[in-house]
């Protein structure tokens, strides 16, 4: 049996509404320390995502050295860890030789997903996040043009020398959805949709995930998102943060979410004016400490109420006026688009400002050069 | 004993007018460790200013690594490395941890000079690039405004604990001058000069710089610079570039000089334009290979001498018209001024325009700027 700590997008050195993120990660990322420290695991995953951009700021390079010193070298706890697609896997992988001669595996290469790590009686396998267009080239495989159909390729390329005998943990930074695509979404998407479906990998007996913030994004058995450990954005304000304690063999499974204390909660408020203003208000916040976006109404009059409301909330971080129509409409409207592929966004404004559909060569050249850009960005 | 190589200012990712050198410098890195293969040395010290910028490019940070794994790992020869002007220590310094678990000793901070460390009979002593504001804060002492008195000061606390029956080897990346400074040149220089007096460092056993590109840059016994291992500037061109294999005890001292393979060489022509498109002067040089700066006469009448030079010389770099006047002073004015410290350059400027001279009011203001204006560039 393995007992392993699973965490994924740190995103080292993230802003908040341009706020610099680095001290709450500190205090988080010590606090996830301490709580291995009390479980001894016999690991501790990373699902990829640990900087939050390509150059890290050297502030944010010295955070992550510090954090991955202590665990790895100060207490003595094997890493396994991906890059993810905020890491730019050169610079990520500075030192990956030296790493792993002290039990630090850190895969930043497509390649390196077949090389499987041994540890007790558990086959550890780490793929990084890549682009369709890498395993295209690896495979030499034209067809490979989606992310579900290039990262099956890649599993069914793990699963020809997989041990049936061993524990068999999967560790990815990718977006798994729920089930099946059925073929008419699967035509829509071609070459774009970035989800891959969740039955690619049933003979894994833990798949660790990264890449979305949300720890219950997915709802499966053996097969999880760790979540980030603290949120990004005020859309994860309402999620509990944390990580996930995983104790698995072949036989026996079982899993607990361990929640990691937090130097400042975030909030959404939406209320009047004059009532975030009150005692009886906010006595219900930590208002020096937290961070506050808050949409207001009764704001009719007041030229400038960010003075005001700082005074209470000195983190306030985002200031909106709440207005009685259009509001729930537009937030709804953006959360449709997000869900949408980039083909699919150039499509409708197509059809919008032409009254006409793209043809399929049309849509072929789109999706040549959707991936152009996304091998640009990759590499 | 101990028998090592020296070598220093890599400068992975520098360009040559604009040009990628990337390539250049695997040919030389590569042949360094194949000369060093033969050699099979105790330990390689490498005397900082290994990459050319503080954020190097994602293909600079893949080279570096893959040498030093080839060097470390791979030939199992332990490296004594230090941070110089041009790295950034910090992102440098990643990896740092794991690096010296395999005898790979990277010191990027002032403090850590005064951790030595032990090889067989010799004590080795990293002292990476610092400003002087650096040795102020750590020795709490406003009086180490120049790199002399600085480096004077971290050297004599080295002293304090110098085992004198070990052989004790210094590697340094700084701006070491061939003699005791007069005092009338220290009244001028106050807080400005890098230059710091040989005299400092006379207990060690060998001193191993960088910094100069010249590997003759000083002659002393026991005291060198390895110099690049290939020219950055057509003013390197006459250079022989290489490393130092060095065999040391406290008594016995042996060094030798090891060219290094050049992928291209550097050529500086003066010659009139007809000349250089003759086979008989081409027939001196690899043409097609080498990198050339031109300064050419009988340039009258031609609007655009470049596409027919480069049909010969397509690695032409620099391409200028040599006049009858002028030029020699010129150059000879740039180089004077290249000897100048800022607060020399500013109270020469300062007397042109003004006709009267800065007052020590005025020159100390200035130094603080100075000083803050290195402090911020280090930071």
Chains 1, 2 share one sequence.
């Not at 908040?16 to 709450?24: A, F, K, S, T, V």
């Not at 043009?145 to 069914?156: E, G, Q, Y």
């Not at 479906?197 to 833990?206: H, R, S, T």
Request: proline share 3%.
């Amino acid at each position: 049996m393995v007992k392993f700590l699973h965490t994924a997008d740190w995103h080292i050195g993230r802003k908040l509404q341009g706020l610099d993120l680095l001290e709450d990660q500190q205090f988080v990322l010590e606090n996830l320390i301490t709580e291995m420290k009390k479980i001894n695991p016999d690991f501790l995953i990373i699902a990829g995502d640990l900087y939050d951009r390509s150059v890290p700021s050297k502030e944010a390079t010295k955070l992550l050295q510090e954090l991955l010193v202590k665990i790895n070298i100060g207490c003595n706890i094997p890493i396994f860890a991906i890059s993810g697609n905020h890491d730019s896997r050169e610079r990520l992988a500075i030192g990956e030789a030296w790493f792993s001669k002290h039990k630090f595996y850190l895969h930043t290469r497509l390649e390196q997903a077949f090389d499987k790590i041994s540890y007790e009686d558990a086959d550890i396998y780490l793929l990084p996040y890549f682009e369709p267009f890498e395993a295209r080239e690896y495979f030499e495989d034209a067809t490979l043009t989606t992310h579900n159909a290039a990262t099956k390729r890649v599993i069914d390329e793990i699963y020809k020398n997989l041990d049936t005998n061993k524990t068999n943990i999967l560790v990815a930074h990718t977006f798994v959805s729920g089930g099946l695509e059925t073929d008419s979404e699967r035509e829509i998407s071609v070459g774009t949709v970035e989800n891959v479906a969740v039955e690619i990998f049933d003979k894994f007996d833990y798949v660790a995930l990264g890449h979305l913030h949300n720890p219950n994004a997915i709802k499966e058995t053996r097969l999880k998102y760790s979540g980030s450990p603290m949120a990004y954005s005020f859309s994860e304000a309402s999620q509990t943060k944390g990580m996930r304690l995983i104790e698995v063999t072949k036989e026996r499974y079982s899993e607990e979410f361990i929640p990691l204390k937090q130097k400042r909660k975030l909030h959404n408020i939406s209320a009047p004016y004059e009532e975030v203003l009150t005692k009886e208000f906010q006595q219900n916040y930590d208002c020096k400490n937290n961070y506050f976006s808050m949409e207001l109404s009764g704001l009719e009059g007041i030229t400038d109420p960010l003075p005001r409301i700082k005074e209470y909330y000195p983190n306030v971080l985002i200031l909106k006026q709440k207005r009685n129509t259009g509001i729930d409409n537009e937030v709804k409207l953006d959360r449709e688009m997000l869900t949408k592929s980039p083909l699919q966004l150039i499509e409708g404004f197509y059809n919008e400002q032409t009254g006409s559909k793209l043809t399929e060569g049309q849509k072929q050249v789109l999706v040549n050069i959707i991936d152009k850009v996304n091998q640009d960005e990759t590499n």
